[in-house]
């Protein structure tokens, strides 16, 4: 045998049980196989993958300790021993061993970790070894680290004996059968000799013997070879198994007899040009990889034919070839034998290369032009440098730079295009024949094709068939039945795909199959029945989304990051999917899931329709012009991302059914509430916005947890009710924290700043000393809070009093006369230390409010244990009620009712008389800007009514009938269309239909004015109240009226823009009128406001 000799290490060794071989495979176990020795460094390791400057190695590669035994290791740059201050030693396990700043090694425990020396300055530079700790059996004695030695001529190694624990503090002996093979020293103060090889080759035993208490020697044998050194260049084993070369020639000739290359044999060499002998039948893995090989030669002739069938994987790969003339014997070809071979421009198969192979095998061969074949080969066939089979049924290979920006016509009668047959391929142009059926994986990857149009007999493509093409723009997808994984993903420059509706052959639409596509517009047949995750996701271009007859399956993130994305519709013959409000739904309603909102939709507000019990994962995200989302009673789930990125929405209530919820970050919302279902929130942040106020009012064995740090900075306050039980802040915790008594587990962020975790406050529901209060203490505690931050959380109370004000069951009520103030004192308690802020709004009988007081603060008591706030409300014509609100820092709101009860009105004064009028009050009124004075005479201005709009022209009736759908109702004609985005007259009625053919209700705004239809869906006019506000649509025509208007003998002020019905003072064109507040008649004649006397002139009002 050929081997190329090696030099020993020295191995440093502290302790009495020490055991290192050099040269040991890094796995060091008691049935480890014999090794040759060499040096054993661990192996170069940069995190980049990148050759750094320098590298860090270790001096033992890998050892073996008992426990108890130390062992000292070596640290080199490059050769060069690196200084302990330079470097970091870690243990991968110190319950195995452990390491100190200078790598001194002390096993703990049996078992294998690894030490690590890490460059401080740049950790991207460090060395690896492996180290195993191994405990000897009392009955057994002593042990030697491998079961057998090999060495060179002048090799050396340490070997070192393990000890059984009885025997640690006994003196070993060695000895060496024949004395002749090697000379072996002993080790002073140590359990370890050192064996060097002598320069005659051999077999003998090494013995390592150790006297116990009673005097009996224990011996342990191991077997050792000192291999002949024999000149020459060639690594050859004894069964004709080239695995290395040793030379420096470039040019190089195997020698005749050898039969196989070994994987690696030529890696890294530097030879350019290499003759195989004919002897050669096997090629291995990789086996010329990362030479600097030009030329190979194989010897085939007559006389002496080459022998070789069998090619491995990546044989040839990053080698300089050019050109490659395979022997005639070649059978057997790895499915990438030839791949990444950056300079092959030509390749030549024999006739005995087997069929089934070679797809895929010239993968990345960019200059790759012509694949010839032996007109001898019956499976194979080259027709003008491509490579096809020999009934030209399948095209294996096309050579990526054939034809360059030109053009190509597959053979006619081609059924199959293989894998990777086209990868990278600089043709811009392939006409496919109409027998083709099937494409497979990445058979176009990377092509420079700029259109692709598939036969209407085309049945199936293989994943990624067409993935990052970077000059496609249009696609005809043929008769395809499905569109394969990843199939389009990243084309770029692709504007248009005909999905062949009229084929109707398409079936199905496979995950990421559009991702990253430049398309437009989608509109899905009515063929196809699923679309799988992320089909049609992060397309830049998409503004819009059809949905046809026969889709029940969709999967998560179909249309996600379609920032564009401005319409979606859906069929009205599928069954399973619906569109409401521009948003697509799944399900029939009661339970129906929101799957996408488009983002680019310009709408404001988005009422979800009832019955929705689940918000899809990222359903509305980036929907920047939201401002208000309603969501309905049932509501269960809002999930992952569902309102990520809409950074305008300010208000989202949400009910008191939901149960889980993701996706509530990275909003416009200032407080996040949740009702007492909740069992799984999670809110984190990493990054992105987080609201600054998150309630959860309770829950059902509830779990929270938020990670990340907020891009806004960390929450004010965060209240947590009863059934919450588990609660998790990784990155940052709240200001004020509010934890239940249900609460059983709790971490903090323990990384937060230290004046952070000052100024955190954390309340518990619960006495000192509860369940509650100990797993707080004990959370506080091990993150690092102040213990004296953790207060007993005390219910709010709220209560009010007042001269009058007596209890009324769960509120308060109170007798008052018109115009009479009513003074109230607002008392709170309990909650959160540090201020409460209140406010109060005036409730009418119909339900309409307004806000007497806004959020403001509350004078406190010294210790902030409560709050209290005088007011004096005098209560409107039409009030029924005073709700007051009280709230602390986590925003948590509590509210008591103050009904009003009517005392008898005084007696109506007589009529002033001439002489006797009281002189209008020179103060002016306490709300217009100007006022008359005594003396003066104001000039009536008599309003003149906006002029009617003309009435709309209807089309005419057509007959059909009202059919009920998942939104609602639709009117169907009997030719089975219907009427959307229009306005028709039905049974002497005026209907309007959205988009999707539903009847709208409520308000409506069509070529420049707003109608209001009623909850059935007919057009209303007179007077309407909606909300708060009354309105007037002309009877006319429907359409909202705005300004004066005289209606029954009275004048009424309609605001423009809103059209809602003014009250009190207001100033029109410069001049003041009073609009009675309970009917909105304007006043004429004597009126007493505020205290004050105003003459309103006859007939204007001015």
């Known amino acids: 045998m050929f ?113 690590t020396v890490t460059d401080r300055a740049r950790s991207s530079v460090f060395g690896v070894s492996p180290v195993q700790v191994r405990a000897v059996p009392e009955d057994t004695g002593i042990e030697l680290s491998s079961p057998s030695l090999t060495l060179l001529p002048g090799g050396g190694v340490v070997v070192n004996a393990l000890l059984a624990p009885s025997l640690s503090a006994r003196a070993v002996t060695w000895s060496l059968t024949p004395s002749t093979l090697a000379t072996l020293t002993p080790n002073e103060g140590t359990s370890s000799a050192s064996l060097s090889a002598s320069a005659r080759s051999g077999r003998g035993t090494l013995s390592a013997t150790v006297t116990n208490e009673s005097g009996a020697a224990v011996t342990a044998s191991i077997e050792v070879e000192v291999e002949p050194d024999v000149s020459g260049d060639f690594v050859i084993e004894e069964d004709g198994t080239l695995t290395g070369y040793r030379g420096t020639d470039a040019t190089v000739v195997i020698p005749e007899g050898v039969t196989a290359i070994a994987s690696h044999a030529w890696s890294g060499t530097g030879v350019t040009s290499l003759r195989v002998p004919s002897s050669v039948r096997i090629i291995g893995d990789e086996a010329f990889s990362g030479s600097s090989l030009e030329s190979l030669t194989f010897d085939d002739g007559e006389q002496a034919p080459s022998q070789l069938t ?29 791949v990444e071979m950056p300079r092959l421009t030509s390749l030549r198969l024999g006739p005995s290369v087997a069929a089934g192979q070679l797809v895929g095998a010239f993968a990345e061969t960019p200059e790759l032009t012509r694949i010839e074949v032996d007109g001898a080969n019956a499976h194979y066939e080259s027709l003008d440098g491509v490579l096809y089979t020999r009934d030209r049924t399948r095209l294996i ?72 093409m970077p000059a496609l723009t249009r696609v005809d997808l043929g008769g395809a039945r499905h569109v394969s994984t990843n199939a389009f ?299 004296s931050h953790l207060l007993h959380y005390e219910a709010p109370t709220l209560t009010l009093a007042g001269s009058g004000i ?138 003149v009514p906006a002029s009617r709009p003309a009435p709309t022209t209807f089309p005419d009736p057509r007959i059909g009938s009202w059919s009920w759908g998942p939104l609602g109702w639709r009117f169907v004609y009997a030719d089975g269309g219907f009427p959307a985005n229009t306005s028709v007259v039905l049974d002497a009625q005026i209907y309007r239909f959205d988009p999707s053919g539903y009847i709208r209700t409520g308000w409506a705004y069509d070529s420049g004015s707003w109608y209001y239809h009623a909850p059935t869906g007919e057009q209303v006019s007179g007077w309407v109240r909606d909300a708060f506000s009354w309105y007037y649509l002309d009877p006319a025509s429907g359409a909202m009226v705005t300004g004066w208007l005289l209606e029954g003998g009275s004048w009424y002020y309609l605001m423009p823009g809103s059209g809602a019905m003014a009250t009190g003072w207001q100033r029109v064109d410069g001049t003041w009128y009073y609009l009675d507040p309970a009917s909105g008649a304007m006043v004429t004649g004597w009126l007493l406001e505020g205290g004050s006397w105003y003459y309103l002139m006859p007939g204007s009002g001015a």
């Open 310 to 338: 069998q090619i491995g994987s990546r044989a040839f790969v990053n080698t300089a070839i050019t050109d490659l003339s395979l022997p005639r014997s070649l059978v057997r070809v790895a499915p990438d034998a030839f």
């Open 806 to 943: 007596d209890e009324a069951g769960a509120g308060y009520s109170v007798s008052a006369g018109q115009g009479a103030g009513v003074p109230l004192t607002v008392a709170a308690s309990g909650g959160t230390l540090g201020g409460r802020e209140a406010r109060l709004v005036e409730v009418e009988a119909d339900g309409a409010e307004a806000v007497l007081r806004d959020w403001g603060s509350m004078p406190n008591s010294s210790d902030t244990r409560s709050s209290s706030l005088a007011y004096t409300w005098t209560p409107s014509g039409t009030a029924a009620s005073l709700r007051v609100e009280v709230r602390d820092a986590t925003g948590l709101v509590r509210s008591a009712t103050l009904t009003l009860t009517r005392s008898l009105p005084a007696p109506t004064p007589a009529s002033p008389t001439p002489g006797a009028l009281p002189a209008p009050n020179d103060g002016g009124a306490p709300v217009p800007a100007i006022t008359p004075h005594a003396g003066e005479q104001p000039v009536p201005v008599y309003p």
């Open 489 to 787: 993903r990243d084309d770029a420059a692709l504007r248009e795909v005909n999905l062949r509706p009229d084929l109707g052959t398409l079936a199905s639409v496979a995950e990421g199959a559009f991702v990253g596509t430049g398309v437009i517009s989608i509109s899905l047949p009515d063929s196809v029945a699923s679309v799988d995750d992320e089909a049609f996701a992060k397309m830049p271009a998409l503004t819009s989304f059809h949905v046809g007859a026969a889709l029940s399956d969709l999967g998560e993130y179909v249309l996600e990051e379609d920032e564009r994305l401005a319409t979606i519709s859906v069929s009205l013959s599928n069954p399973t999917f619906s569109v409401s409000d521009g948003a697509l739904y799944r399900g029939q309603e009661g339970a129906s899931t929101l799957v996408r909102f488009p983002p680019a939709s310009t709408a404001t507000e988005v009422v979800v329709a009832p019955g929705t019990t689940v918000i899809g994962a990222e359903a509305f995200e980036n929907s920047a012009s939201l401002r208000r989302v309603v969501l309905p009673d049932g509501l269960q789930t809002i999930g992952e991302g569902a309102f990520d990125g809409c950074a305008n929405l300010t208000e989202l209530g949400i009910p008191d059914s939901v149960r889980e919820a993701a996706g509530l970050t990275n909003t416009g919302l200032d407080t996040v509430e949740l009702g007492s279902q909740v069992r799984e929130l999670r809110m984190d942040a990493r990054g992105a916005r987080v609201a600054r106020h998150i309630l959860v009012r309770g829950g059902v064995e509830g779990v929270f947890s938020s990670q990340g740090v907020a891009a806004n900075g960390r929450p004010e306050s965060a209240f947590f009710g009863e059934g919450m039980t588990t609660v998790s802040f990784s990155g940052q915790t709240p200001r004020v924290l509010v934890l239940p008594a249900t609460l059983t587990s709790l971490r903090l962020a323990d990384a937060m700043a230290t004046d952070q975790k000052d100024d955190t406050i954390i309340y518990v529901a619960a006495p000192e000393g509860t369940a509650a209060w100990r797993t707080a203490a004990g959370a506080m505690a091990a993150a690092g809070y102040e213990a």
């Open 3 to 115: 081997h190329r000799t090696l030099s020993a290490l020295a191995v440093t060794l502290v302790g009495a049980l020490s055991i290192a071989v050099c040269g040991a495979s890094p796995t060091l176990g008691a049935d480890a196989a014999a090794s040759r020795v060499g040096p054993q460094h661990s192996g170069v390791v940069s995190s980049s993958g990148e050759a750094a400057p320098s590298f860090l190695s270790l001096r033992p590669g890998g050892t073996v300790l008992a426990p108890g035994q130390s062992m000292t290791f070596e640290a080199l740059y490059d050769t060069r021993p690196a200084d302990s201050s330079d470097v970091i030693w870690e243990s991968s396990d110190t319950s195995v061993f452990t390491v100190d700043g200078n790598g001194l090694v002390t096993a703990v425990g049996v078992g294998e970790a690894k030490i």
């Open 397 to 468: 290979a096309y050579p990526a730079a054939r034809s360059a920006g030109g053009s190509y016509t597959i053979a006619e009668g081609v059924e199959g295009i293989d894998d990777m047959a086209f990868l990278m391929a600089r043709v811009e142009s392939v006409s496919l024949p109409s027998t083709l059926r099937r494409i497979g994986s990445q058979s176009f990857e990377g092509a420079h094709l700029r259109e692709l149009t598939l036969p209407d007999a085309f049945e199936t493509m293989g994943a990624s068939a067409f993935w990052h």
